[in-house]
């Protein structure tokens, strides 16, 4: 959906949804379960996810599609399920934007295998696994692909080359970055001036980082990122580091705690703002609070 590039051009700061997994798991999701499975089997819970972020503020949706991939559902022998997951996923969502408003984002993970010459997958066959996927999306009724918490910049440039060659919707491709001794690099030893040149490059329409970090190193690796492109640049930071307390994750950043760093954010160059990890719908609202309260300085 084009409107997505144009209220970003024109200067709007959007907002964007918060977790699906944590969310899930919040509505029963167990351990070895199959979360796109869920679109099937549980449409319900996962429509009303979608439906209480777009009630919470959300202007862009994005799918519980995460792992969707052929080589991500074969983990769970479901591997022939890819369009019937994928389709049913973006359907849902498409039907609470439909009534609520707002952009509905497939999203699109890694898919946890390593490409030649680190690995056995060849680069034809991983584009064939995107793309197998991101038609199913398309078929979905998909408004944008967001191909997210990705580390590889060559499997993130394949997922973004198979949108633009099989598509006319806007591509959107974020990264995780964790901070060492050498500054803040993907596991996989991609620099943020390395992501958004490489994003950019393989012709990425909005980029941008998501997981791995609460909203306050977030704010340090936007205004990295915004000094190495002029794209549009989305974020979704987690609710805090993960915590193990009593035997389960938990996140112990509140809304009120996001909320005061979006102005932060907004100053550092970002045009899109939502959650991750530990996100919840009230965390998106007082996001969506804070970016229309937002005074540039």
């Given at each position: 959906m084009n409107s997505l590039l144009d209220r970003v051009k024109k200067g709007e700061i959007l907002v964007s949804d918060g977790a699906m997994g944590t969310m899930?798991?919040?509505?029963?999701?167990?351990?070895?379960?199959?979360?796109?499975?869920?679109?099937?089997?549980?449409?319900?819970?996962?429509?009303?996810?979608?439906?209480?972020?777009?009630?919470?503020?959300?202007?862009?949706?994005?799918?519980?599609?995460?792992?969707?991939?052929?080589?991500?559902?074969?983990?769970?022998?479901?591997?022939?399920?890819?369009?019937?997951?994928?389709?049913?996923?973006?359907?849902?969502?498409?039907?609470?934007?439909?009534?609520?408003?707002?952009?509905?984002?497939?999203?699109?993970?890694?898919?946890?295998?390593?490409?030649?010459?680190?690995?056995t997958v060849t680069e034809d066959a991983m584009y064939d696994v995107f793309k197998e996927q991101i038609l199913a999306q398309i078929q979905g009724g998909a408004d944008a692909i967001c191909i997210e918490?990705?580390?590889?910049?060559?499997?993130?440039?394949?997922?973004?080359?198979?949108?633009?060659?099989?598509?006319?919707?806007?591509?959107?491709?974020?990264?995780?970055?964790?901070?060492?001794?050498?500054?803040?690099k993907t596991m996989m030893g991609v620099s943020i001036?390395?992501?958004?040149?490489?994003?950019?490059?393989?012709?990425?329409?909005?980029?941008?980082?998501?997981?791995?970090?609460?909203?306050?190193?977030?704010?340090?690796?936007?205004?990295?990122?915004?000094?190495?492109?002029s794209k549009p640049i989305l974020v979704q930071a987690n609710a805090g580091i993960p915590e193990l307390i009593n035997g389960k994750t938990c996140f112990r950043d509140t809304p009120r705690d996001m909320s005061k760093k979006v102005s932060a954010l907004i100053d550092a160059g970002a045009n899109i703002i939502g959650g991750c990890c530990g996100t919840t719908p009230e965390h998106i609202k007082a996001i969506r609070n804070a970016v229309s309260n937002f005074k540039a300085k």
């Open positions: 899930l798991q919040n509505k029963g999701l167990k351990i070895g379960e199959c979360p796109e499975e869920w679109n099937i089997t549980h449409s319900a819970e996962v429509y009303a996810i979608t439906e209480d972020y777009l009630k919470a503020g959300s202007d862009m949706v994005v799918t519980n599609t995460f792992g969707g991939s052929r080589f991500k559902l074969a983990k769970f022998g479901l591997e022939a399920k890819v369009a019937e997951f994928n389709k049913a996923g973006v359907s849902l969502a498409k039907k609470a934007a439909v009534q609520y408003g707002g952009t509905v984002a497939g999203s699109v993970g890694p898919t946890g295998e390593f490409m030649q010459p680190l690995g918490t990705m580390t590889s910049l060559e499997e993130i440039s394949i997922a973004i080359r198979a949108v633009k060659e099989n598509t006319s919707v806007p591509a959107i491709g974020t990264m995780t970055f964790d901070k060492g001794i050498q500054g803040y001036k390395e992501a958004a040149l490489g994003l950019e490059k393989a012709g990425a329409d909005i980029i941008g980082t998501n997981c791995g970090n609460g909203i306050g190193p977030m704010v340090d690796i936007v205004m990295e990122m915004r000094e190495y492109s």
